[in-house]
């Protein structure tokens, strides 16, 4: 079997066992949507009010976006790694032609799948519900808009291959997941924008691989800016998280 068809076949597997469990299809999609309608049609954005949602709808498209991109990985792929464990998968894959890398290229794929829908939806409702329609910008950059949201998710598989094998259960992976995604999620120029943080915190907000989805996203949607070497560095990223996520994923339990 070529390597191509073990990805292929992994892929398959992965996304049959995703759609058995109906809770978790339920809240990869039902959490954001939440989040979009408490924020975005409830709470609403007061431009120029000051304080938190001053800015126009459309700068906080990035910050939806970025829900899923972020969090969906870094649980889904940490928790797969700590059922496997558990469950005594990765003894009998050691058996087998899949290697390491090949398993969470294959998980990967399915979550540019499953979170790239989520997305289509996520985007969609907040032009729906919002203002954001006004802000958009509508030209041929946006086609660069799934590219983003493909970087992102492999950039924090990576990450949630590290968490899951480092962790000793699944209760560890969701804590550790939040406890990483949480700051990043607020702190990455999403939802805060960098004149609300003290200007000695700017160079960590620098340093957030997140940041360059938020800036990159949303010169496509907003701003009309370059984006191109935000996605440049977002795919090196992601690129040294797969490669430090293949290591961490155990060849044994």
Not at 37 to 53: D, E, K, W
Not at 169 to 181: E, H, L
């Amino acid at each position: 079997m070529s390597r191509a068809a073990r990805v292929v076949t992994e892929s398959t597997a992965a996304t049959r066992s995703f759609l058995r469990r109906r809770t978790a299809v339920f809240f990869t999609f039902f959490f954001p949507v939440i989040l979009v309608v408490i924020f975005g049609a409830l709470v609403r954005t007061q431009p120029t009010g000051g304080g938190l949602f001053a800015e126009p709808a459309g700068y906080y498209i990035p910050g939806y976006l970025a829900v899923v991109v972020l969090f969906t990985p870094l649980s889904r792929v940490g928790s797969e790694i700590a059922r496997h464990r558990d469950g005594g998968r990765f003894e009998k894959l050691a058996t087998t032609p899949l290697s390491r890398a090949e398993w969470l290229l294959a998980h990967t794929a399915v979550n540019v799948a499953i979170i790239g829908a989520a997305s289509l939806l996520i985007f969609g409702l907040v032009l729906a519900v919002t203002d954001a329609a006004a802000d958009l910008r509508v030209s041929p950059a946006l086609a660069v808009l799934p590219v983003f949201v493909a970087v992102g998710v492999a950039l924090f598989c990576g990450l949630g291959a590290v968490l899951g094998a480092f962790s000793d259960s699944q209760d560890g992976v969701i804590a550790a997941s939040n406890t990483v995604a949480l700051p990043l999620l607020f702190l990455s120029e999403t939802f805060v924008p960098p004149a609300l943080l003290p200007e000695w915190f700017l160079p960590a907000v620098a340093a957030s691989p997140l940041t360059y989805f938020a800036r990159g996203t949303r010169a496509i949607v907003v701003e009309g800016g370059a984006w191109a070497g935000d996605l440049a560095v977002l795919s090196a990223l992601a690129v040294g998280s797969l490669t430090l996520g293949a290591y961490a994923v155990p060849d044994t339990d």
